[in-house]
């Protein structure tokens, strides 16, 4: 396992009836996923992970896709899993369980809050802290992607310790912007090939301008792209 310092704040009371019913007729979207049951340790570890990385949301256990209501067997098994999934997970994140029940059944409530920590980290257990393998994931609409080499760079920058961070504005920039006012989006590829520099130093470049709020950086069919704000 990671690590043995699992944070879980249990039962708090943070949501009612009238909440959770909201939640469940608006449906799934970035805030919000729904689990008809805990099907899997590292999956929920990495929806877990991709809430924390990105604006936080809940994940509900016994509520099917389709917004039905089902329950859940046992809420402390359901717990028990949540906090072995917790232990896959680095750094060490917050959260909040509730159990709320609703239609004669339980429901799981997880609140994952949006982390000052990010990126935080899913790693299996055959592998260290720091292993090459461990993987982040941001959520994208109704899904938990994996995040790219370029929004990882950008989740560690908008950590409140990161080191502060100087723009300047040149050429290689000034063509970026022209190019993104013709065609709309731009990959790091796209911008490397643009102005003839490494990739490596095109998304350095990209990932400064988003942490100075001057780009965006978008996710489709499995890839970043990149647009003016």
Not at 1 to 13: D, F, T
Not at 81 to 103: G, S
Request: hydrophobic residues 40%; glycine residues 6%.
């Amino acid at each position: 396992m990671v690590g043995s310092n699992v944070a879980v704040e249990a039962c708090s009371g943070t949501m009612n009836r009238t909440k959770l019913r909201e939640l469940i007729s608006a449906g799934e979207s970035s805030t919000v996923e729904f689990k008809r049951k805990f099907t899997s340790v590292d999956k929920f570890a990495r929806e877990m992970i991709a809430f924390a990385n990105t604006e936080g949301g809940y994940l509900i256990v016994g509520v099917d896709d389709d917004r039905r209501i089902v329950g859940v067997e046992s809420e402390k098994e359901e717990r028990n899993l949540i906090e072995v999934a917790l232990h896959h997970i680095a750094p060490v994140l917050d959260i909040t369980i509730d159990i709320v029940e609703i239609e004669y059944v339980d429901i799981v409530v997880v609140l994952v809050p949006r982390s000052s920590l990010r990126p935080h980290w899913f790693v299996p257990d055959d592998l260290p802290v720091n292993g090459k393998n461990r993987k982040a994931f941001i959520r994208r609409g109704e899904e938990s992607v994996e995040a790219s080499r370029e929004m990882v760079k950008v989740l560690r920058g908008m950590r409140p310790d990161s080191p502060p961070m100087t723009l300047s504005i040149g050429d290689r920039e000034q063509r970026l912007f022209a190019y993104l006012e013709r065609y709309g989006r731009a990959s790091v590829n796209d911008f490397a090939r643009l102005v003839n520099i490494s990739r490596r130093r095109a998304s350095q470049i990209l990932v400064k301008l988003v942490r100075a709020g001057v780009l965006h950086v978008n996710y489709e069919a499995g890839h970043d792209f990149f647009t003016l704000v």
